[in-house]
C-alpha cells in the first residue's frame, strides 16, 4: 500500500461531471436508508426508455429462509431498443461501432442506422429458426461486429446469450452448451489474432460431437477468413446468406424487467465454471448508470474497451453500456503485439479514441518492451484510462499514467465482478486524488463491509474480506439451475452481506485496496479459474494420480499456474511428460490454462483429515522455503522437506 496520491489535472477537472463534494453528497444521500436508495435508482431508471416504467424499485431479501433479489419488477422495456433505436431517432449516422480488425488495413465504421439493421436482420432470421423468447443461444465468435450484433439480436427477441469466450477449447464450449440446453450456436469459420488462425468452426464440430448436445439444432457461421469449413447438411448456416433477404424491421419482444438476459459461466473455487444470470431491467440501469459516472462520458467520446466479448467486461462496458448511452464503441479484433507492439498507440491515433478502459496484464506486457513502441503514437486524443480485472501494482500504474497518458489523464482503477454485472468501486475521476493500487470508492448505492473472520463488519482502517451490504440494480440473480449453490456461495458464509470471495484493506481516508481472492480462484491476465478446474483436467490424464493447484507470482500476467502433481507409480518423472501435461490442460479447458510450473512429488502437505493445505504449496510455488507458518495441523510434517528439495532443485 503506497499512501502517495496523485491529484487530478487541472485540465480534467475543469470539464469534470461531478465535483468532490457532489459524489461525496450524493452518495450519502444514496446509501442514507432503503428508501433513499430506491429514491436514487428510480431517478437512474429514467436513463432508460421503458415500454411500461417500474411502480416498484427493489424487492430485496438477503434472509436464506426468504431470499429475494428483485429490480424494477413491474417495469418492461427491450434491451435492444435502448441500445438502438432509440438513437437511431436521435443520431442515426454517428458510429456506434468502430471496429479495428487483426490487420492495420482493416477498419470498419457501423453507424447506429446500420447497426439497427443488421440486428433486425438476424433477429428475423433467428426467429425464423424457431428461436423464441428465453430459448438459450451460445456465442462464440472472434471480435468482430456480428458478436455484437449477435448478442443484441438475442435481446430483440428475448433470447439469453450465453458467450463462450473464444480461447476456450472445444471441450469447455461443450460443457457450456449442455448445462444452457442453447437451442443455437453462433459462431465464425475461423478466428484471426496476430495473424494466428482459431478453428472455432472446427472447434464447435467437436463440441457437437459430445453427449448432450442434442439441443442444438442449428449453427449459424459467420464468414470471417474464408478458409474451408466443413458445413453440415441442415444443421449449419452460412451467417451471410441468412440473414440477405431479412426485413430490417424487427418487431422487439416486450421483457419484463426480471426477465433473463444473458448467462455467462465462470469459474468458482469448487466444481464446474458456473453460469451466472443477469436480468434485462437492473442490468442495463446498472450498466448505463456506472458507465456515465465512471468514465466520465461526453457526447463526443470515442471509447475504447479492449476486453473481449467472452467476458464480463466485454459484455457490460465493450457493449451494453456504451450502446445504451449512444456512445462509440471500439472493437478491436487483433493482438497489442501485432504487427508491432505500437499497435495500441496506433489504434489511439487512428480513431481519435478519448477514454481507454483496459487490464493491467496488457499494461505490463507493453510496459516491458521499453517506451520506444509507445512513443511511435501521439496519443494526444486521450483523456481518461481505467484499468480492471486484478489489482494494478504501482509500476504499471506510473507507466500508464505518465507514459500512455502522459500525465494528464486520471486512471481509474475499476472493482467489480462477473457476479456484481457493473463497477461497485473506482475513484469517479474529479472527485478524488487517485492512489496507485487501489478502487478507492464504492460508487452510489454501494456498501462496502470490511469483515473479520467471524463475520463481524470492522470500522475504520481494517483488512478483511470484502462484503456488500447492500443490493444494487445490476446484481446476478441465481445460478443457472444451480439456486442452492448461488445462496451457498455468496450468501451463506456471512448472513446478510453479499460475499464477494475478495480479500480488502481500508485505509485511515477511508479508501478500499483489493487484496486479491481469498478463495480457490486464480487470478490469470485478470481472467479467473479454478483450481478444481484445472486439477481435474490433469488427473483426466491416465499418468496421473493426484494433482494440487495454485497461483504463483507472474510478472506479466499477474499470476501464474503452479501444478504440484503426483503420478501413478508405473510412470516416470519427465520433461515431456511435463510438456504433454501441459498440452492436455490446455486442450481440455483452453490456452489460458498454460501450466506455468510442474512440480513432479510424491506426496502432497494434508491436514489429518485430509484437506490439501494450499497455503503451503502457495508459499513453496513463489520459492518461499522457510517460514510456512503454523504447521501443526498437517498430518506427516516431514513432507515439507520432500516438496522443499523438489521445488529447489527444479525452480
Ligand atoms: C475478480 C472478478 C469484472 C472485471 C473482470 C474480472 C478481481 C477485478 C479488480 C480491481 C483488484 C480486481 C477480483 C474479483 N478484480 N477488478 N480493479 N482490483 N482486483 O471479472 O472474472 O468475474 O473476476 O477479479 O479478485 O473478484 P471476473
Redesign the pocket.
Known amino acids: 500500500m503506497t499512501q502517495k496520491s496523485f491529484p487530478i489535472a487541472p485540465e480534467f477537472l475543469a470539464a469534470a461531471n461531478v465535483t468532490a463534494e457532489q459524489y461525496a453528497e450524493q452518495y450519502k444521500q444514496s446509501i442514507a436508508s432503503p428508501e433513499a436508495t430506491d429514491a436514487f435508482w428510480a431517478k437512474r431508471a429514467e436513463l432508460i426508455d421503458w415500454i411500461k416504467k417500474p411502480t416498484k424499485i427493489s424487492d430485496v431479501s438477503y434472509d436464506l429462509d426468504d431470499f429475494r433479489i428483485k429490480w424494477f419488477e413491474d417495469g418492461e422495456l427491450n434491451i435492444s431498443v435502448n441500445c438502438l433505436d432509440r438513437h437511431v431517432k436521435n443520431n442515426p449516422y454517428k458510429p456506434a461501432i468502430i471496429w479495428e480488425g487483426d490487420h492495420p488495413s482493416l477498419h470498419k465504421i457501423i453507424s447506429f442506422k446500420e447497426l439497427h439493421e443488421a440486428v433486425c436482420r438476424l433477429g428475423n432470421a433467428m426467429r425464423k429458426l424457431g428461436v423464441k423468447k428465453g430459448d438459450r443461444v451460445t456465442l462464440y465468435m472472434p471480435m468482430i461486429p456480428e458478436a455484437m450484433v449477435a448478442m443484441l439480436s438475442c435481446t430483440r427477441i428475448g433470447a439469453v446469450h450465453s458467450v463462450v469466450f473464444g480461447g476456450f477449447s472445444a471441450e469447455s464450449l461443450g460443457n457450456r452448451i449442455i448445462d444452457s440446453q442453447s437451442k443455437l450456436v453462433i459462431t465464425a469459420d475461423e478466428g484471426i489474432r496476430g495473424n494466428k488462425r482459431t478453428p472455432l468452426k472446427a472447434n464447435v464440430d467437436r463440441a457437437l460431437d459430445m453427449d448432450g448436445t442434442g439441443s442444438v439444432s442449428n449453427v449459424i457461421v459467420v464468414h470471417r477468413t474464408g478458409n474451408s469449413v466443413p458445413m453440415s447438411g441442415r444443421r449449419d448456416i452460412w451467417y451471410h446468406s441468412l440473414v440477405d433477404g431479412e426485413s430490417q424491421h424487427c418487431e422487439p419482444e416486450v421483457m419484463n424487467a426480471e426477465d433473463p438476459l444473458f448467462l455467462l459461466y465462470?469459474s468458482g473455487s469448487t466444481g464446474k465454471p458456473k453460469g451466472v444470470l443477469h436480468t434485462t431491467g437492473g442490468y442495463i440501469t446498472y450498466a448505463l448508470s456506472t458507465f456515465r459516472d465512471v468514465f466520465d462520458i461526453k457526447e463526443d467520446d470515442v471509447y475504447w474497451c479492449t476486453a473481449d466479448v467472452g467476458?464480463?467486461?466485454g459484455h457490460t462496458y465493450a457493449t451494453y453500456a456504451p450502446l445504451a448511452n449512444g456512445t462509440t464503441t471500439v472493437m478491436f479484433e487483433g493482438v497489442p503485439e501485432y504487427p508491432t507492439w505500437a499497435r495500441i498507440g496506433h489504434i489511439i491515433d487512428k480513431h481519435q479514441i478519448t477514454v481507454l478502459y483496459t487490464a493491467p496484464t496488457a499494461i505490463r506486457a507493453m510496459m516491458k518492451e521499453g517506451d520506444t513502441f509507445v512513443r511511435e503514437s501521439a496519443r494526444s486524443s486521450l483523456r481518461l484510462l481505467g484499468?480492471?480485472?486484478?489489482?494494478?501494482n504501482p509500476e504499471a500504474w506510473d507507466w500508464y499514467y505518465h507514459i500512455v497518458g502522459g500525465g494528464k489523464c486520471p486512471v481509474v482503477?475499476?472493482?467489480?465482478?462477473?457476479?456484481?454485472g457493473g463497477i461497485m468501486l473506482a475513484p469517479i475521476p474529479g472527485t478524488v486524488a487517485m492512489k496507485p493500487g487501489a478502487?478507492m470508492n464504492p460508487l452510489y448505492g454501494i456498501i462496502p463491509e470490511v469483515i473479520d473472520t467471524d463475520g463481524v463488519a470492522l470500522d475504520g482502517a481494517a483488512e478483511g474480506n470484502l462484503a456488500i451490504n447492500s443490493s444494487w440494480p445490476g446484481q446476478m440473480r441465481t445460478i443457472y439451475k444451480d439456486h442452492a449453490r448461488f445462496l451457498a456461495t455468496y450468501f451463506t458464509e456471512y448472513p446478510g452481506y453479499y460475499f464477494?470471495?475478495?480479500g480488502v484493506q481500508r485505509d485511515e481516508d477511508g479508501h478500499y485496496w483489493?487484496t486479491?481472492?481469498v478463495d480457490d480462484v486464480l487470478?490469470v491476465s485478470?481472467?479467473?479459474l479454478g483450481t478444481a478446474e484445472i486439477e481435474s483436467a490433469i488427473v483426466a490424464h491416465p499418468a496421473t494420480a493426484e494433482a494440487a493447484v495454485v497461483g504463483m507470482p507472474h510478472d506479466i500476467r499477474g499470476m501464474g499456474i503452479c501444478a504440484f502433481v503426483i503420478l501413478k507409480s508405473s510412470e516416470k518423472a519427465t520433461e515431456s511428460l511435463k510438456a504433454e501435461l501441459n498440452r492436455h490442460v490446455r486442450s481440455e479447458i483452453g490456452p489460458i490454462a498454460n501450466l506455468d510450473a510442474i512440480y513432479m512429488v510424491n506426496v502432497l502437505p494434508k491436514t489429518r483429515s485430509g484437506k490439501i493445505m494450499r497455503r503451503i504449496l502457495r508459499s513453496l510455488a513463489a520459492g518461499q522455503y522457510v517460514g510456512l507458518g503454523d504447521l501443526s495441523t498437517l498430518a506427516d510434517s516431514s513432507v515439507i522437506n520432500e516438496l522443499v528439495e523438489v521445488v529447489k532443485i527444479e525452480r
Open positions: 465462470t467476458w464480463v467486461t484499468t480492471v480485472g486484478e489489482p494494478i482503477d475499476t472493482w467489480w465482478q462477473t457476479e456484481t478502487a464477494t470471495g475478495d483489493i486479491g481472492r487470478n485478470g481472467h479467473r
